[in-house]
């Protein structure tokens, strides 16, 4: 990568010690940003601003890692084993089958790392900059030095800036210089020798800002940075690895230990007792551990991992940290936002209050259509043009959005209520660009949800100086000491003003109260230059939900998932938003009452209340730790810096993608691209579905390796000769992992997904269920396929009874693929039948390769096949049948020993015949 500093192949100059004025003229830029033309061509010259990516393991070292399984030491030692005796052949085979094995293994490794790496893309961070004296959001890795760019309470910083302004600025550098206190910024300049530490006029690549606002010029990008250049690589995507893969991890090496004392049991019974030579054991042994173990299962799981993610990434859920992908399927509350996740962050301005009545506001998002109509008697649309034009403008001027007309639709850069305030502007004939420029900004006080407001001192020319504010009503009303009329400014009626604020929220509007302070100071602006502000209006925003997200709050609840909105909006507003999306209760409570509560109190209220209004990071916390402390599984949604302890305490944390900042979406292990409810109820529901495929995987290897097992080990019992070869049984293994084993990965949800209860964290992998299932299919296997084999071999010969016995394992296995795509509903149905196109290409797949394997003469010198006849084709295809509707007879008893179990008005077990939803 090309040196990307300010001045490739020099030493960069000591940008701290620099005027901010000799900054901007090193670099050629002016404080309208660079051109677009520019930035381009310096672009080409710096490179991307990107750090250097990590080695990855090369294809040799990845394809070798597929062999490091215990069950694949087990085929291996198989094969040596068999090798040692003189069957060539068959250590052959074995080792071919592991190879095999191996080479899907590392085929789908490759795809999983590709989609990985396709989600970092997803998540690549973004910077607001400056360009052609227009502010606008680029991708950060497209930043240049230059390049003026705007930092917020929030913003991990894009790239290494020397600042140019710092209001309140602070930002956490522990990942550079190991501080674990924010540093304060400010934008004078320092001695040339000041340590990176003591740098508080510069901002580096990879810190996060906690506080305040800033701008800066990049002085430094890519490996050019601070950070780039000690090397530091900010990892965003953690490795495939699971619970439940571990889980897996531990069953296997517990199997093995059983495999290896059944198989020196099994050699020693048949050398000692039944009185077989120990080459003849040998090929029993090999066959029984070859017939048990699964070594396609851990190809399976993290294929059927993949798959979800892909899905979960299609539908706007981009996994970072893959254990919440098996949380997912135990979530039983999720915490949500209300702004932009369950509503459009689309806001518009719908009412207007002065103290000569109420307007309304017609139009749709940013856009500048749309006319004010007066709805109270006292309030006059002509007189009080006038007054609405003075609302635009002030809320114009203490306001950093811009708004822009897209393709389709106008959108905001910066904050969506700023952006409706600018939308207003443009309906009551107020050109929120032409009023900037005319009354200039001086000074600011950026909003912070400790005062809850934002003032902006403002030169209108000629000496004369005014203060304009906008934010919580309740705090803007007590700055106030008097309010404007069309007819001039009076003593302000505080308590009047409370009732409208009341009557808005009850409306369902978020409330900002517009003021300004006239006569105001030249020279700064603090907080104590407010009070005696003269108070022009109230504006009621809306933010429509939804509808979507509604469904998916609906969706939620039925499946036994709580939903509890948390915002900082004013509690009337909350309450009419949280009925509109059903949730229960009739209050909301707000931080104030969280603050009174004692944590006893606080467990039953977060029980019986959805909606808590006016909370604070703190109370978002405390609401997760007391909803985890009653045994709760909890989703917590967030975007800004302060829901990043709420996020990291809960169970599955969830980032906003598009509006979130990068403190929340380096704690979440999920991001949202389209900032949706929606979507969190869609991730919900691929985490169930791809837990249940990978249970529907283990229950369909298991058992049938079971069967092949028993098999073998009734025939060692009985001292007859075997049903079925040790390399008949891998053929089996392998044809049916790459193929039928394979298509339950790619099994879409079940419509029961979404109305079972969430799955208890703890669940062990082998259940009471899966258990019996095992036996009871590895018994009719053993029964069904041993009977096959005695009257194939009595009417044929051994050779032909074997072929049958293996193409009725290979049949029922079949027919059990179609049973495991439901564990417990009936699939006796056109959809539950030929509903996956996976599954019926895969039974079709493999019954070419049977035929192949039964009927070519290289197969049949191989394996020790021959051709069968029809009757013997049409008694194993029967066995799958047989299989089939045994096991279908099964879950018709379970389910009604369940209903008889269940109390009255439970609801019954779907099957998937059921109109809602297929596979």
């Known amino acids: ?28 830029t002016t404080d309208r940003g660079l051109t677009e033309e520019e930035a381009g061509r310096r672009l080409e010259r710096y490179g991307e601003n990107r750090l250097p990516r990590e080695r990855q393991r090369s294809p040799v070292l990845r394809f070798l890692a597929q062999f490091n399984n215990v069950l694949i030491y087990i085929l291996l030692a198989a094969s040596l084993i068999t090798m040692l005796i003189g069957h060539f052949s068959d250590a052959a085979v074995i080792a071919g089958v592991v190879v095999i094995n191996a080479i899907v293994g590392f085929v789908q490794e490759g795809k999983a790392e590709s989609a990985l790496a396709a989600i970092g893309r997803l998540l690549q961070a973004h910077a607001n900059v400056l360009r052609d004296g227009s502010r606008r959001e680029i991708e950060a890795t497209r930043l240049v030095p230059g390049d003026i760019v705007f930092l917020e309470a929030g913003d991990r910083v894009p790239a290494d800036l020397r600042l140019l302004s710092a209001r309140g600025l602070e930002i956490e550098e522990a990942v550079l210089t190991g501080e674990s206190v924010p540093t304060c910024k400010e934008r004078g300049d320092l001695a040339v020798e000041a340590p990176l530490g003591d740098r508080a006029n510069m901002a580096f690549f990879g810190t996060m800002a906690t506080r305040g606002q800033g701008q800066g010029v990049v002085v430094a990008t890519g490996s050019a940075t601070e950070i780039g250049r000690i090397g530091r690589l900010l990892e965003t995507v953690q490795t495939l690895t699971t619970p439940l893969l571990r889980k897996i991890d531990r069953f296997g090496k517990l199997l093995t230990l059983v495999i290896l004392a059944a198989s020196v049991g099994m050699f020693a019974y048949g050398t000692l007792v039944a009185s077989f030579s120990a080459d ?55 915490c949500t936002d209300k702004t932009g996740t369950l509503t459009r962050n689309e806001m518009m301005v719908e009412r207007v209050v002065t103290a000569d009545g109420m307007f309304a506001v017609s139009g749709s998002g940013y856009g500048p259509e749309g006319e004010v109509r007066a709805l109270s008697p006292d309030a006059s649309e002509d007189g009080g043009r006038d007054l609405l034009a003075q609302i635009a403008a002030a809320a114009a001027l203490a306001s950093d959005a811009q708004i822009h007309e897209g393709d389709p639709h106008w959108h905001v850069a910066g904050d969506p209520m700023e952006g409706a305030l600018l939308a207003f502007a443009h309906k009551v004939a107020v050109d929120p660009a032409t009023v900037r420029e005319a009354r200039s900004r001086v000074d600011v006080i950026p909003f912070d949800s400790g005062h809850a407001y934002m003032a902006t001192l403002n030169d209108l020319g000629g000496g004369a100086h005014t203060i304009h504010i906008k934010g919580a009503p309740e705090r803007v009303i007590a700055l106030c000491g008097y309010e404007r009329t069309a007819e001039g400014d009076r003593p302000i009626d505080g308590a009047c003003w409370h009732d409208r604020v009341s009557e808005l929220a009850d409306l369902g509007h978020r409330v900002l109260a517009i003021a300004l302070r006239p006569e105001a100071d030249p020279h700064g602006l603090g907080h104590e230059h407010l009070p005696g502000a003269v108070l022009l209006g109230l504006v009621g925003i809306s933010d429509p939900p939804r509808q979507e997200a509604m469904e998916a709050v609906a969706k939620c609840r039925e499946a036994g998932i709580a939903v509890k909105m948390i915002t900082g909006d004013h509690a009337a507003t909350a309450r009419a938003i949280g009925a509109r999306f059903g949730l229960v209760g009739d209050r909301a409570l707000t931080g104030a009452d969280l603050d009174a509560m004692d944590d006893a109190g606080l467990s039953e209220a977060v029980a019986e209340v959805d909606v808590f209004a006016r909370t604070t990071p703190e109370h978002k916390l405390r609401l997760v730790e007391a909803l985890q402390a009653r045994g709760d599984v909890v989703a917590m949604t967030g975007d800004g810096v302060n829901d990043a302890p709420a996020l990291k305490r809960a169970d599955v944390g969830v980032a906003m993608g598009q509006k ?31 837990y249940a495929n990978l249970q529907k995987s283990i229950a369909f290897i298991l058992p049938t390796n079971a069967g092949e097992s028993m098999v073998l080990l009734f025939a060692l019992f009985v001292g007859l000769a075997l049903p079925v070869t040790a390399l008949q049984i891998l053929w089996i293994n392998m044809v049916t992992t790459v193929t039928l084993a394979l298509a339950l990965g790619f099994e879409p949800g079940e419509p029961t997904t979404m109305q079972r209860p969430p799955r208890p964290p703890a669940a062990p992998l082998l259940s009471p269920f899966l258990v019996w299932r095992i036996a009871f299919v590895g018994a009719i296997m053993t029964a069904v396929s041993f009977s096959l084999f005695l009257w194939g071999e009595a009417r044929y010969g051994l050779e032909e009874g074997r072929s049958l016995a293996v193409n009725a394992i290979v049949a029922m296995e079949a027919g059990y693929l179609l049973n495991s795509r439901s564990l417990t509903g009936s699939i006796l149905n056109r959809k539950g039948l030929f509903g996956s196109p996976y599954a019926i290409g895969a039974i079709g797949l493999v019954s070419l390769l049977q035929i192949g394997f039964t009927e070519w003469s290289v197969s049949q010198a191989i394996f020790g096949t021959a051709s069968l006849p029809p009757l013997a084709w049409a008694m194993a295809v029967a066995a799958g049948f047989v299989l089939l509707f045994l096991v279908e007879g099964e879950k018709v008893i379970a389910r009604r020993v369940r209903r008889s179990r269940r109390p009255r008005g439970g609801a019954p077990a779907r099957s998937l015949a059921s109109p809602r939803s297929a596979p």
């Open 280 to 334: 003849e054991m040998l090929l029993v042994t090999v066959g029984i551990a070859v017939a048990a173990v699964p070594e396609g299962l851990p190809a399976i799981l993290t294929i059927a991992l993949a798959i979800g993610v892909e899905r979960m990434a299609r539908r706007n859920a981009i996994v970072r940290r893959l254990p919440a992908v098996e949380t997912l399927g135990s979530i039983t509350v999720i």
């Open 1 to 28: 990568m090309s040196d990307t500093s300010a001045e490739a192949g020099n030493a960069a100059p000591a940008w701290h010690a620099l005027p901010a004025a000799d900054v901007l003229g090193r670099l050629e």
């Open 660 to 690: 979130g900042s990068e403190a929340a979406k380096q704690v979440a292990e999920i991001v949202l691209a389209d900032d949706n409810f929606a979507s969190i109820g869609h991730a919900v529901e691929e985490g169930r579905t791809v």
